[in-house]
């Protein structure tokens, strides 16, 4: 029986082949499917939540205090996120070249701020002047746990003309316990001139012109929470003086139980304790006349975020693309992942040296051995034309 018989019509073989149905105009291509429609969606969404993030940490870092338990976010993660988000780009085609642009921008955007690649270093070499070597550390609480003569031996071995060390305290549960270890400092550094303000201490074999203290009223433990976080020594330098600034700014957040207001309470007031230091920091800069090396540590990852005004310029150490961290999450196993301890200079001072090393068995934060050089001669003050 033939095909035309059961009604079935012969196929014309000079007849165009069946049009394909399709869900859209002929000549285009179908539309994502499900799936990878969900996936732009996603990747367009953390896109601008990163942007809104980034933002928001440029503008609120160091002057709203909600902001604080965020901005402790590794800066590490201002390249890592971004750059997952790149990778993940190919999954959204209708949009991945927009989107990659918006990427690569955050990127690098991020990396300027965390100080991933070059520009940050500011060290001079063979700049004129005199040259003074100065060694900052968080001590973590003093030698509370170490072996004292090891940690008396670590410091000698720097050879500093300025020692700029925090945490010369104990610590028993919540609370500070004043210590004086002043005897022992001088046996261990003969000729060395030792100031004391709360838990921080200067030493220096130069001459002192001015050691300030901010007097505290009141007994108990005021003199840790109600003291300077700031101790200014006038050191003569050559034939200058120069101010150096030994900083431990307080611990900007409270973690607690979110759901009671204590938390809540307890978090605005660190935060208002760290931005009020900050400030009286700053304004003893603006009415020093003298130049200034102001260093330690600032428990914030964004000091690039709150300048200290008074013409001061940040430093970080040369010959790395990496930034440098010196402080882990917590104790001495885990990773290194923020920078807390910073440099400040201002006036005409320059930096020779600046680098992060040693510490680690006495202390969780990293020792920075600076190389300051002072001018022997002031610039001179630009002469007023008269008509």
Do not use: C
């Not at 996120?81 to 955050?106: H, M, T």
């Not at 690098?108 to 270093?121: C, D, I, K, Q």
């Not at 550390?137 to 050879?159: H, I």
């Amino acid at each position: 029986m033939s095909a035309t018989e059961v009604g079935v019509p012969d196929k014309d073989p000079s007849s165009p082949p069946a049009a394909v149905p399709t869900d859209g105009p002929v000549g285009t291509a179908s539309p994502p499917d499900g799936r990878r429609r969900r996936a732009t969606r996603l990747l367009v969404a953390a896109t601008t939540a990163w942007t809104v993030f980034l933002v928001l940490t440029v503008l609120l870092t160091g002057r709203w205090w909600p902001w604080y338990i965020v901005q402790n976010t590794p800066p590490l993660a201002l390249v890592a996120v971004p750059l997952l988000l790149l990778l993940l780009v190919p999954l959204a085609r209708p949009v991945r070249l927009p989107l990659s642009a918006v990427l690569v921008v955050l990127l690098l955007a991020g990396a300027h701020l965390a100080g991933y690649g070059p520009g940050w270093g500011t060290a001079t070499a063979n700049h004129p002047g005199t040259p003074v070597k100065v060694f900052v550390w968080s001590t973590r609480y003093w030698q509370m746990s170490d072996d004292k003569d090891a940690f008396y031996a670590f410091l000698r071995r720097q050879d500093s003309d300025v020692y700029l060390l925090q945490e010369y305290l104990y610590w028993q549960g919540d609370e500070p316990v004043r210590i004086d270890d002043s005897a022992r400092l001088r046996a261990e550094f003969p000729g060395y001139r030792l100031s004391v303000e709360g838990e921080l201490i200067t030493l220096t074999r130069l001459p002192v012109v001015t050691a300030h203290h901010a007097p505290v009223s009141g007994g108990g433990d005021d003199w840790y929470w109600k003291g300077s976080k700031f101790q200014r020594t006038d050191i003569r330098v050559g034939g200058r003086t120069v101010s150096f600034y030994n900083v431990h700014l307080p611990v900007p957040f409270h973690l607690g139980n979110p759901l009671k207001f204590s938390t809540y309470r307890a978090l605005r007031d660190r935060g208002h304790w760290w931005t009020g230091e900050l400030r009286k920091l700053r304004a003893d800069l603006a009415g020093n006349p003298h130049p200034a090396v102001v260093s330690g540590d600032f428990n914030s990852s964004w000091m690039k975020l709150s300048s200290l005004g008074a013409g001061t310029r940040l430093h970080s150490p040369d010959g790395s693309w990496l930034p440098p961290r010196s402080w882990p999450v917590s104790g001495f196993a885990y990773p290194r992942l923020w920078r807390l301890d910073w440099l400040f200079t201002n006036h005409d001072l320059a930096v020779a040296g600046d680098r992060f090393g040693g510490g680690a068995e006495f202390s969780d934060h990293v020792a920075q051995e600076i190389r300051v050089v002072v001018p022997d001669r002031a610039p001179s003050a630009p002469s007023k034309s008269t008509s």
